[in-house]
């Protein structure tokens, strides 16, 4: 599955030691990248809300808890374009190596 969870800040600045990425909500998933990173694009249901500028879509396996954990390289992350009224790829910081998962944190 590919959660997409949606983020007012880029978590790069610290807040007592843990990154701040200021309000979060998991929008929910879908089951392939392509129609993630479609919902996206295309800002579905209009997951910008006025706050949220950072978005990523992680894939997490089904079942087992090991699979909730996502790799690092199973996730890529996506900027609000206001012009194009949607969320487009961008690269990933190096402030985020540490976290394994955002749609259940």
Known sequence: MYFITCFEKDG?????GFADFGAMRTFGYLSTFEEAEKALNE??????????????IEKIEPGKVKGLVSKKEDRKWFLYDRERD???????????????????C
Do not use: P, R
């Open 12 to 16: 790069i600045a610290n807040v007592g």
């Open 43 to 56: 800002n579905w249901c209009d997951m910008f809300e006025c706050l949220y500028k950072y978005a990523v």
């Open 86 to 104: 949607g969320f487009f790829q961008i690269e990933e910081s190096g402030a985020h190596e540490y976290t394994k998962n955002f749609a259940f």
